[in-house]
């Protein structure tokens, strides 16, 4: 498995990215509209991690993992058959891939697709 995106939903975004940038010694950018407005640093693996604020009111703070795959539908569809809610079906962010969300045992899942 390799993470491909590590999203992180917070309200508190600037102290996050600065805790992020001292620890691991990385710079975030500007909030990307592309990523609803997150804070985005490289990772080594070549992935991103992204920080950013709750997009609704009800959204509560998650570290959530996007697992690099193949084939994106065909993954959400065995996460489905093997019990898990889709949150978001799979969708696209331009020149960036595509990402899709399951839920299963109050776990948020998510799947990403270059």
């Known amino acids: 498995m390799k993470i491909q995106y590590l999203e992180i939903v917070t309200p508190e975004v600037d102290g996050l990215c600065r805790q992020y940038s001292s620890i691991f010694g990385v710079a975030f ?50 996460a489905a058959e093997a019990g898990a809610e889709i949150a978001m079906t799979p969708t696209e962010i331009p020149e960036h891939g595509m990402f899709a969300i399951v839920l299963l045992g109050g776990i948020e899942c998510g799947f990403w697709q270059n």
């Open 29 to 78: 950018s500007e909030p990307n509209a592309s990523f609803g407005g997150a804070r985005t640093a490289n990772l080594d693996s070549g992935g991103l991690i992204g920080i950013r604020r709750p997009l609704r009111d009800a959204e509560t703070p998650v570290v959530r993992s996007y697992v690099l795959v193949d084939d994106i539908n065909a993954t959400v569809e065995a």
